[in-house]
């Protein structure tokens, strides 16, 4: 629950439990968020701890911080340069004997399958408006956001503020906003007037469009 990517309540959010927190190697600083990832434990390296023949898919909703007290090796798993996944216990489990606690794994970076639209919750206050995306289909991740309000004749810039998390300082408190995304595969989806003018912070939009796998 929770985390660096600033998802909040996981239930809630549709990602449930099939979640997994990210080493420095992988998070890129938040760039990551929302993005999957399919995993199976590498028998060939540890058959005594891997559950054979399964997989799990995960999508990236934390940060694993490094601890440079200890080697990458013995504790360290989150340490650069090793790509580590931290995931929630059911998930891991799949996978995993749950008394091997470390396992060697074999993962790539697959599509995200999601239901529904793309969502924007809208935070912050006024000449600060943080907009959180989630249950983006796709790559997941996002790698540009603007946003026009109805009253504003050009798209202006956001910016990646934490996570998921993007902001904008401009005043747009009564207009219905458009969000401009370009996720990380370069797919751009216009979701026009997605957020209606009498918004208040605190509020969250559905869109009904989505990215392609």
Partial sequence: MGGACGYGNLYA???????????????????????????????????????????????????CPPNWSIPSDRGGWCNPPRPHFDMAQPAWEKIGVYRGGIIPVIYRRVSCVKKGGVRFAINGHDYFNLVLVT??????????????????????????????????????????????????????IVFANVVPPNWRFGQSFASNLQFNL
Avoid: E
């Fill in 13 to 63: 959010q549709g990602y449930g439990t099939r979640t997994t927190a990210l080493s420095t190697a992988l998070f890129a600083n938040g760039a990551a968020c929302g993005q999957c990832y399919k995993l199976v434990c590498d028998r060939k390296t540890d058959r005594t701890w891997c559950k054979p023949g399964v997989s799990v898919t995960v999508t990236a909703t934390n940060f």
């Fill in 135 to 188: 249950n983006v289909a796709g790559p997941g991740s996002i790698r540009a956001m603007d946003v026009r309000g109805s009253r504003s004749p050009d798209w202006m810039p956001m910016a990646r503020n934490w996570g998921a998390n993007w902001h904008s300082l401009t005043y747009l408190n009564g207009q219905g906003l458009s969000f401009r995304v370009t996720v990380t595969d370069g797919q751009t």
